[in-house]
């Protein structure tokens, strides 16, 4: 059974504070959980429908349709902040702020073999419950590490590529890529901020088509963090096209 | 001012059946509404905050932080459905549900210099007014036409490369890509159906990275036709890299 005192805990950890106070998040679904469950995450508690009762079910879950199974999971702690490893592709998060951004930037990086991102302190959580379930898994297999981004860029921008978009910059289909190195996105309205603009050595730009028309509008981050990795990933030398 | 009758009218336009009755459509934000203005959609009312208070454009406002400006828009008629253009690239989307999405792959087209989408019927509604902010504004440059499309693409599959991404096929680095063609993309769980499947004459696939991985879970539908859109658009001939 479920007693009062258990869904209203359940419910708190929708807030930040009480997940940082309890170092807990909540994961729903049937195919988040059985990921988590088979994951190094740390399963304090799992609650299903068929257990608990539907009415049960709608009452803890922070989702608006309430789905068969709900974790509470621990919240790994890291005790330091990797340093990059120049032959491997990390991401850099600048302040991105929409949970939903951040959850699919997990998946996008799940999907590319990127198994560590770096995240400025203010960008969103990524327990954020909205977060966890837009990474639809991929949270179970990437680590995300809050750090003092411009400082830890300094520290490591001369030992690794550190790449970035912006706007008049080479073409990601021109621009020599390496097999490693932190890719940063910025935030959703003002992209990459100035003090971590500087530290970033190489600057690139997903061209719109025709490369020469004039756009005002960029693509979402999330959108761009995908081009940008699936264009490291291409395999050298593919066939002539077209 | 503002009557009763037109908050009433406004706020009815946020559904379908509305939409589809009145043949109006609602756009708010400064960037979207200047962007539909100097378009071909034919404006039929404006109002801005500064002259009817804050109040009244909360009560009129669709978002849930009123913006300063809200366009009541036509909905463009569109006589027929254009026949594809094999020296250009469309998309056609088969049964996409998410309104944000939607709108994500009308910006993504719009980046990518696609003009026109084929829709499925039972696509989501692009004046939905999550999709139409979703846009960006790209919803002024880009036309989406519902139709029938599994009877449409029948019509046309023998004059143009059909493309679509299935799990296996070739990867969308090694596989020929035209300059022309429509790029299926499908439903958020289900992907192409089958009967649309059948008419794909070009299967192609985003391989993860490594390219032998086995992943459990795919790419966001918006975030694929990103990565698809920009290998199609990638320069033939770039440099050999890393």
Same mark, same amino acid.
């Given at each position: ?6 869904? =209203?805990?359940?419910?708190? +950890? ?24 088979? !994951?190094?995450?740390?399963?304090? =508690? /799992?609650?299903?429908? $068929?257990?608990?009762?539907?009415? &049960? ?6 989702? !608006? ?26 991401? #850099? +998060? $600048? !302040?991105?702020?929409?949970? *939903?951004?951040? %959850? /699919? ?7 590319? %073999?990127? $198994? ?6 203010? /960008?969103?959580?990524?327990? &954020? ?10 949270? @179970? ?19 690794? $590529? ?12 021109? #621009?020599?890529? %390496? ?13 990459? @901020? ?25 693509? &979402?981050?999330?959108? @761009? /963090? ?11 030398? *593919?066939?002539?096209?077209?």
């Amino acid at each position: 059974m479920l007693s009062k005192q258990e869904i =209203k805990f359940i419910k708190s +950890l929708s807030q930040k504070k009480y997940r940082e106070e309890n170092s807990m998040f909540v994961a729903e679904g049937e195919k988040l959980v059985t990921e988590i469950l088979s !994951s190094h995450f740390e399963v304090v =508690k /799992t609650f299903y429908r $068929d257990e608990i009762g539907e009415e &049960n079910m709608s009452r803890i879950s922070l989702l !608006s349709s309430p789905s068969p199974v709900l974790a509470v999971v621990k919240i790994p702690e890291y005790t330091e902040v990797p340093a990059p490893d120049n032959s491997k592709l990390a991401l #850099a +998060l $600048d !302040s991105v702020r929409d949970p *939903g951004n951040l %959850g /699919t930037i997990v998946r996008i990086a799940d999907w590319f %073999g990127i $198994d560590t991102i770096y995240a400025s302190e203010d /960008t969103v959580d990524l327990y &954020n419950p909205k977060c966890v379930q837009a990474t639809m898994g991929a949270i @179970s297999r990437v680590r995300v590490f809050y750090t003092e981004l411009s400082e830890f860029l300094s520290i490591h921008h001369d030992k690794t $590529d550190i790449y970035g978009t912006f706007l008049g910059a080479p073409s990601i289909y021109e #621009a020599k890529l %390496g097999k490693g190195g932190i890719i940063v996105m910025g935030n959703e309205s003002d992209g990459i @901020s100035k003090s971590i603009g500087k530290l970033v050595t190489k600057k690139i730009m997903i061209p719109p088509y025709p490369a020469d028309s004039a756009r005002g509008e960029s693509l &979402n981050v999330a959108i @761009s /963090t995908a081009v940008v990795c699936a264009e490291f990933r291409r395999p050298s030398g *593919g066939p002539l096209q077209k």
